[in-house]
């Protein structure tokens, strides 16, 4: 291993040749590696026309970021939480409570999952965003962030720190209830700018995570449902049939 700073401990260390960007267990869960393990990469367009799928040895990963410490202790700790509160295994001790409910005004339904821990789940997902903010790959140009606030969200992750709720927010939803939706879908995180700040939205296997990328973020009573919450709270928003599929062609703007 190449000796360097650590982009998390900022200490001068052997450094890893590969770090993920984003958790490799997305791409297991959505089924994306094939019997060689290899992962089907999918362009949404060249799909649709042929149904060509190219295979890619492993998911995305930068070079020299990360020391085995921080990716293991730190980034593996909170991938290993994330996992257990998306797809589920966590002990009968942590276990999630969740209720459904369904608006009758515009056919979403959604579900609220309590005891989920707020530091460990935040923090999964904020480091989902740091790490991509601090790529050099290609695939997350968009994710463009201040140098101030990559460092108050390293720092965050570092230190443990999640900080208050209204702090780079995030709203989750899903379409993985929709069989006609392909949920092995991994794509480039789109950056887009709101009347309530800078959005930053992943999908990731069935899942939309939208950041907004405002620290102390003001306007939180319309969130509030949807984002991790102080008291071990969190919703995910679902998308009624058929209209996932056209948030994945606009995402991914094929369709207007």
């Known amino acids: 291993m190449k000796n360097g700073k650590c982009k998390l401990c900022l200490q001068e260390k052997p450094l890893l040749k590969k770090s993920h960007i984003i958790p490799d267990f997305f791409y297991v869960q959505a089924g994306m590696y094939n019997e060689s393990h290899r992962i089907h990469k999918i362009e949404v367009r060249e799909f649709l026309e042929s ?19 921080c990716d293991n202790n730190i980034i593996g700790s909170l991938e290993t939480y994330g996992r257990k509160v998306l797809f589920g295994g966590l002990s009968k001790d942590a276990e999630i409570r969740c209720e459904n409910f369904r608006n009758p005004n515009d056919g979403f339904s959604y579900s609220i999952f309590e005891n989920v821990n707020y ?59 929709d069989e006609k939706i392909p949920a092995d ?71 207007k």
């Not at 480091?127 to 695939?139: H, V």
Request: hydrophobic fraction near 40%; include cysteine; proline fraction near 6%.
């Open 51 to 69: 149904k060509h799928i190219s295979y890619v040895p492993t998911g995305v990963y930068d070079k020299e970021i990360l020391c085995p410490e």
């Open 119 to 177: 530091k460990k789940f935040k923090l999964f997902l904020l480091s989902i965003l740091w790490r991509s903010a601090i790529s050099k790959n290609e695939l997350f140009k968009d994710v463009e962030i201040s140098e101030n606030d990559i460092e108050v969200l390293r720092r965050m992750i570092y230190e443990w720190s999640p900080g208050k709720f209204n702090d780079f927010p995030i709203i989750t939803m899903t379409y993985i209830k």
């Open 185 to 255: 879908f991994i794509g480039q995180p789109i950056k887009s700018v709101a009347d309530k700040g800078v959005l930053i939205t992943f999908l990731l296997a069935g899942f939309v995570f939208i950041f907004n990328v405002q620290n102390d973020f003001k306007d939180i009573e319309q969130i509030e449902p949807f984002a991790p919450t102080p008291d071990n709270k969190f919703g995910i928003m679902h998308f009624p049939k058929g209209q996932g599929w056209e948030f994945i062609l606009k995402y991914t703007k094929i369709k």
